[in-house]
């Protein structure tokens, strides 16, 4: 914190000093890298419209290690799976015409039927008359006509819920040097310096007296006021 420097005049062996400039030196650097963010959510449905209302288009992250950004959705990558599967079960029925029997006998019935792969088993049968011979008055059948009902069960099996996975991807940065280098600068004139200006200008001699650095790069801190330093000697002499 630039405020916990003294920036108030002060004397030393005879001088008074007076603030010049207070110096900020940033030092930040930062190092940015690729990621990707593999993002998993669970929904009832595998409709893909559906599906993008429940994904963001951009993620905040922040990694284990320090690097921060903004990602955006890859699409591409959206991938649904079933993430678990149940069974149900339907009765299906199927009806057959067996004509020109000789007898009303269900022995005469096929007791069971294929029907769409599924095997169907007799479960009614009812006779009609096809023919008949008159005798004595009476109408005495000699051929039937067996219609046949067959029932069976289908089970089917279904998902009971979906795994969604999608990738965010973008650039996320960090701070690999935060260092902020804060330098007072104080002028003075003396007595020496008034009687004898020529040999030395005391208005141009800097004196550091306090300095406040966060982070971990002082010492490139330290380097830039030397040189800071040097460079207003040399200007000075």
């Not at 409709?47 to 890859?74: A, F, N, R, W």
């Not at 940065?173 to 804060?182: E, H, K, L």
């Amino acid at each position: 914190d630039p405020a916990t420097i003294s920036t108030a005049d002060f004397e030393r062996e005879g001088r008074t000093y007076t603030l010049l400039d207070l110096l900020k030196n940033d030092q930040t650097e930062t190092d940015t890298r690729e990621h990707i963010e593999v993002v998993t959510l669970e929904s009832k449905t595998k409709d893909m419209t559906e599906i993008l209302k429940m994904l963001e288009p951009k993620l905040e992250v922040k990694t284990e290690d320090g690097y921060e950004g903004v990602l955006s959705l890859d699409h591409t990558t959206i991938q649904v799976e079933a993430a678990g599967y149940g069974t149900s079960s339907r009765t299906v029925t199927a009806e057959r015409t067996y004509p020109n029997l000789s007898d009303a006998d269900v022995s005469l019935v096929p007791k069971s039927v294929n029907e769409n792969g599924r095997t169907l088993t007799l479960a009614d049968v009812s006779w009609q008359e096809a023919a008949v011979d008159p005798t004595d008055g009476y109408d005495i059948p000699i051929r039937y006509t067996a219609v046949a009902s067959y029932t069976g069960t289908a089970t089917s099996k279904y998902a009971t819920g979906y795994t969604v996975t999608a990738d965010y991807k973008g650039d996320v940065t960090r701070a690999s040097c935060d260092t902020v280098i804060y330098t007072a600068v104080f002028s003075s004139v003396g007595n020496e310096a008034a009687t004898d200006s020529s040999s030395f200008n005391w208005l141009w001699l800097l004196i550091p007296v306090g300095a406040a650095a966060l982070g971990g790069c002082g010492y490139a801190g330290y380097k830039g006021y030397k040189h800071y330093i040097n460079k207003k000697r040399g200007y000075a002499a």
